[in-house]
């Protein structure tokens, strides 16, 4: 139950939607004076939540908690990456890559450091209306096809979410005689996924990815001028924030 609400209610975290729900709303007000205040209120959300620069400061106040470590040295041969960077083709079995890819990207010269290292692929299906591959499924042969060596690779292909995929990779890993891990997944995903795995016993060595933070320094109209880039954004940070609340009420971290 909890997997499914998690999915459908996605849509409520949007402030668009905030802004145009209110806009509906105040057409059926009949007071002039909370009519008023409802299209000053979507207004003033449509403002603040477009604004780019707002945006990039919270971001990065969010995602600067951590940093890309040194792996010159060896501090951890397992090497885990969280799914949810791609999809397949279930007919023509070609692989699309989405926003996430970042992740496995970066955790190929990891793997590629040293012969002993282990890249361990977390991700099951994630759809809640029909069937489909495993993303680790797919994803070990057509890593295996550009070159990583497929005793390196371990699949773990049943978790849906990221308590899922700390619980499934103990699972896959307990033998093990060092319980450290290099957890790769997005930045703003971090401080969740780390305590997650942290909270089955991993000792983390976090290795953040794809930011939603900027490279490029902010340009004048970024602090006055609406975009629809942080408009569109900002669920991904929200969904975040509420999925730590939810996973602390249930005892996850």
Not at 95 to 105: K, M
Not at 226 to 243: C, D, F, R, V
Request: proline share 5%.
């Amino acid at each position: 139950m909890f997997f499914l609400l998690s999915k459908i209610l996605s849509f409520l975290i949007h402030p668009f939607n905030w802004f145009l729900l209110l806009l509906i709303f105040a057409q059926f007000i009949k007071t002039p004076k909370r009519k008023k205040l409802f299209r000053f209120t979507s207004l003033a959300i449509f403002v603040i939540f477009s604004n780019a620069a707002l945006f990039q400061f919270v971001c990065a106040k969010w995602e600067n908690n951590y940093s890309i470590p040194d792996i010159s040295s060896k501090q951890a041969n397992n090497i885990v990456v969280l799914g949810g960077y791609s999809s397949i083709n279930e007919e023509s079995r070609q692989i699309s890559f989405s926003f996430g890819a970042d992740r496995i990207l970066q955790a190929l010269p990891l793997v590629q450091v040293n012969s002993e290292n282990k890249l361990i692929l977390s991700g099951g299906g994630s759809n809640i209306y029909f069937d489909e591959t495993p993303e680790s499924e797919y994803m070990a042969p057509f890593l295996n096809s550009i070159g990583i060596d497929s005793r390196q690779i371990y699949i773990e292909n049943k978790s849906r979410n990221t308590y899922e995929n700390a619980l499934y990779s103990f699972d896959l890993l307990s033998e093990e005689a060092d319980s450290s891990i290099i957890l790769v997944t997005s930045s703003f995903h971090m401080y969740r996924a780390r305590a997650c795995f942290e909270k089955q016993g991993f000792k983390v060595l976090p290795y953040p990815t794809n930011p939603l933070q900027s490279v490029t320094k902010l340009k004048p109209g970024d602090y006055f001028l609406p975009s629809l880039h942080a408009l569109n954004t900002w669920p991904i940070l929200i969904k975040e924030w509420i999925g730590i609340i939810v996973y602390k009420m249930k005892g996850y971290i």
